[in-house]
């Protein structure tokens, strides 16, 4: 029952795994926003793991984007790496 798509299943993570993607130390960083996790490592607002107003990688942004001035078209084009744990 092979389709093709390769058997990889979605990632999970939990808020203790997803605090270790922020982008410091060599790690990648990942933001969860509605709890999808998206990887943010080469986007160049967030070097480092810090974007602006003292926001960070490696944590769940639902209200902090809806509060940015760009909102959340700016997720569209990031690659998706995983879901946040309900």
């Excluded at 389709?3 to 270790?20: A, C, I, N």
């Excluded at 984007?65 to 309900?86: A, F, R, T």
Aim: glycine share 12%; aromatic share 6%; hydrophobic share 30%.
């Amino acid at each position: 029952m092979d389709s093709g798509q390769g058997s990889e299943e979605t990632r999970v993570f939990t808020l203790e795994e997803l605090s270790q993607y922020n982008g410091k130390d060599g790690n990648p960083a990942y933001v969860a926003v509605d709890g999808v996790v998206y990887d943010v490592t080469d986007v160049e607002p967030w070097a480092n793991g810090e974007h602006k107003n003292g926001i960070t990688a490696g944590n769940e942004l639902s209200d902090e984007i809806l509060n940015s001035p760009h909102g959340k078209g700016v997720l569209d084009n990031l690659p998706v790496v995983g879901m946040l744990e309900e």
